[in-house]
């Protein structure tokens, strides 16, 4: 009895086979995770090749300068075309041209 080891050696002890267990369990998960991810991906590189890029707004037409010709009327005409310009819907060179031809330059 002396001589004799505690566990068998034909058969593998409990932490062994939790360890193996966790083991296997952790690179199924991983790549399963792996997997959903490429698939994930190549279906937005398909939607994205498949849709047609988005239409650029159209531009919003510059407000006629004010009949009255008074300088309130044309700070309230340069503010609109600054918001304008904010929103996105103006860019640099449209809101120039509008600011200039409301100013008479």
Known sequence: MIGRPLARASRPGLIRTAGR???VA???TAVS???ARRQ???AEA????AAPPPAPAPAAPAPAPASGGGPGDTIEALERLAALRQQ????DAEFAAA?????GA
């Open 46 to 49: 398909a939607e994205a090749q």
């Open 99 to 103: 600011k200039a031809k409301l100013l």
């Open 26 to 28: 952790g690179t199924a």
């Open 40 to 42: 994930q991906e190549r």
């Open 33 to 35: 995770g792996r997997v």
């Open 88 to 91: 996105g819907l103006l860019d």
């Open 21 to 23: 267990t966790a083991v």
